[in-house]
């Protein structure tokens, strides 16, 4: 059974961002939101405004990928259902809301160190805000030509 898309986001706002509170949920569900609204670029091209595709695009997420590094990953979309906060959370950022400091994110990391100031390393996103452990990059001009 296919899970909604509601069930979907709060999935992953409890995987990639459970241990971060409220705002650093609501900036990882920011972000994911802004790579389905976005008009240009890989994630339009790509995802089509489909959370589902976005959420599902090979190499973007850790949470939906059964192993990583040859090592089974036990901590997956499917292995964590969510609590209300999640599905608080998700309804919130379905519902059009943004954490304004994300500004317009496309990608978030954990970097266990001091943010770099380009994320990806290709140059396509320059650094935005730092949120508890998580570090938000927004598109530079050169993410319009992926």
Not at 17 to 25: Q, R
Not at 109 to 114: D, E, G, K, R
């Amino acid at each position: 059974m296919a899970f909604s898309d509601r069930e979907l986001l709060a999935r992953i706002i409890k995987c990639e961002a459970g241990g971060e509170g409220d705002n650093g949920m609501k900036a990882v569900a920011t972000s994911i939101m802004n790579r389905i609204r976005i008009p240009y670029g890989e994630y339009h091209r790509i995802g089509q405004g489909d959370l589902r595709k976005i959420i599902y695009q090979k190499g973007q997420y850790d949470c939906v990928r059964g192993e990583i590094n040859g090592v089974p990953n036990l901590q997956t979309i499917w292995s964590n259902p969510p609590e209300q906060i999640h599905y608080d959370i998700a309804d919130w950022a379905l519902a059009g809301n943004r954490l304004y400091p994300i500004g317009y994110s496309l990608w978030y990391f954990n970097p266990y160190a001091p943010c770099p100031y380009t994320f990806p390393y290709n140059g396509t996103g320059s650094f935005q805000i730092k949120i508890l452990n998580h570090c938000f990059y927004n598109p530079t001009e050169l993410y319009a030509q992926t």
